[in-house]
């Protein structure tokens, strides 16, 4: 199966360290690099380029995206022209849209994420509605367990959340605030 992605113009480093345990669907211009596991069912688009030793897992990764190395995606969509990483992880039941920045050492847990949202290194974001342009700083997290059930956080267009802070959910940011 490596073989023929590279015979369709699939930029493969090294055909030996891409591990193929289901299915792929490439676009034109897609590039692997060393160590890439692909499970079940994935589709990448146009320009998507995966960095070594990520692992994709029933995802779709849209036009020009770069998953950056030491990443898990898995059941997620992911939009066009955004970064993953490098040690990213996107756990199931994500939604991300286009121009999307995931940093560093961020995860993302059963969440949807408009478009041109950032969210800095060291964060969790889980069990969360972002809406357009939202940032969310270093080190901050959505707590959404209160020891009995599971809560959601929105956190409405154009908000901006500081570095380090605990949203405790159930909870609303209201649009364009600042904590």
Do not use: W
Request: charged share 20%; glycine share 12%.
């Amino acid at each position: 199966r490596v073989l023929e992605l590279m015979e369709m113009g699939v930029d493969v480093q090294n055909p030996e360290q891409l591990h193929i345990r289901g299915t792929v669907s490439c676009g034109k211009n897609v590039k692997f690099d060393l160590n890439v596991i692909i499970e079940g069912d994935v589709r990448l688009r146009d320009d998507v380029v995966v960095g070594a030793n990520s692992i994709l897992r029933d995802c779709t990764i849209g036009k020009g995206t770069m998953i950056n190395p030491f990443s898990l995606i898995e059941n997620a969509m992911i939009g066009e022209n955004c970064f993953v990483g490098p040690y990213g992880r996107i756990r199931p039941n994500v939604s991300i849209g286009d121009y999307v920045q995931i940093g560093n050492f961020v995860e993302i847990k059963n969440a949807n994420i408009a478009s041109k949202c950032r969210i800095n290194h060291l964060a969790f974001v889980g069990d969360a509605d972002l809406g357009e342009q939202v940032t969310i700083g270093a080190g901050t997290i959505t707590c959404n367990h209160d020891g009995v059930s599971i809560n959601r956080t929105t956190i409405e267009h154009g908000a901006y959340v500081g570095s380090g802070c605990n949203l405790v959910a159930p909870l609303i940011v209201n649009a364009n605030a600042t904590i």
